[in-house]
């Protein structure tokens, strides 16, 4: 049986709006209490909740998020999961962090960049971008269904612009405190390119595309993926990186924001109106 009278909240992502940085620079260092990620499965995390009775913090963004190459998914497969750790502990909480979708694509871009893409955005956003996940709108409204007895919805801009803020938002709703490190780096695993980077970077992937098909082992693939990262990171290519510019043109960027504008400020307007009644 699961415990439902101690607090528990639940980082569910959404992806690309700071979780690898909450994760690595923020949640490690709670103080009074315990937390866990679910990384390789949900019987680490029971069985580190059953030794500790203390206040829990359980943070994944895969609880919210369908992978990019699956085709013809939506967020159901995964709000599933997450309705499930609704059941289980009725009383526990549910933080999210929202962005807009346009720039979550284009972070979404980098990273496929990053691990040796080939593609143009356009080819890229054709075969593994499907537009209903990107509607945050109609997200909230599968969230807000699942009754959830606590919900805070927090904002990626304000993380990038005063992550103190947030952290304190954080220890608020979780009851937990963070003794994060004074310096705290926020360095993204992959980190975004301006245009031009991202065209010389795809001319890279190709070139180091012969080793993919020669050699199919996962530990060669992690190699020439490392390679790749490191021409853009620390390499001869490290000028390319523009971090915080667009990775796509100008041209392809305004599609999207008409695309997705709507259900953006319908999502803001569902976060303005939790805040108030909270």
């Known amino acids: 049986m699961t415990d439902t009278s101690r607090v528990i909240t639940i980082h569910a992502g959404l992806p690309k709006t ?3 940085y909450l994760q690595q620079n923020v949640f490690p260092f709670a103080a009074g209490g315990t937390y866990c990620t679910p990384r390789f499965g949900f019987t680490g995390v029971v069985e580190a909740l059953a030794r500790d009775a203390r206040p829990a913090l359980i943070s994944d963004e895969r609880l919210t998020w369908p992978p990019l190459d699956e085709p013809q998914c939506t967020h159901d497969p995964r709000l599933k999961k997450l ?3 609704r059941h289980s502990w009725p009383d526990a909480g549910l933080i ?5 979708p346009w720039q979550m694509i284009c972070s979404h871009y980098a990273q496929y960049l990053h691990h040796g893409g080939t ?5 890229f956003h054709r075969q593994h971008i499907q537009p209903e996940v990107f509607y945050l709108d109609r997200f909230l409204e599968r969230i807000l269904a699942q009754r959830w007895r606590d919900l805070l919805i927090l904002d990626h801009r304000e993380l990038r612009a005063d992550p103190s803020s947030v952290i304190r938002k954080i220890e608020m709703f979780s009851q937990l405190r963070f003794r994060c490190p004074q310096a705290a780096s926020q360095s ?3 980190p975004s390119v301006a ?5 010389v970077l795809r001319i890279c992937n190709r070139r180091m595309a012969q080793h993919y098909a020669r050699r199919q082992t996962p530990l060669a693939r992690q190699r020439t993926r490392r390679a790749v990262r490191w021409l853009v990171q620390s390499g001869p290519l490290k000028f390319l990186n ?3 510019k667009p990775v796509i043109e100008a041209h392809d960027i305004e599609p999207l924001k008409a695309l997705y504008g709507a259900s953006w400020e319908r999502a803001c307007t569902i976060r303005a109106g939790l805040n108030q009644s909270g």
């Open 18 to 20: 700071g979780s690898t």
């Open 83 to 85: 309705a499930l750790l």
């Open 96 to 100: 999210l962090m929202l962005r807009e």
């Open 119 to 123: 593609a143009g955005f356009a080819e």
């Open 188 to 190: 993204p695993s992959n």
């Open 195 to 199: 245009a031009t980077g991202a065209r």
């Open 242 to 244: 523009r971090v915080g």
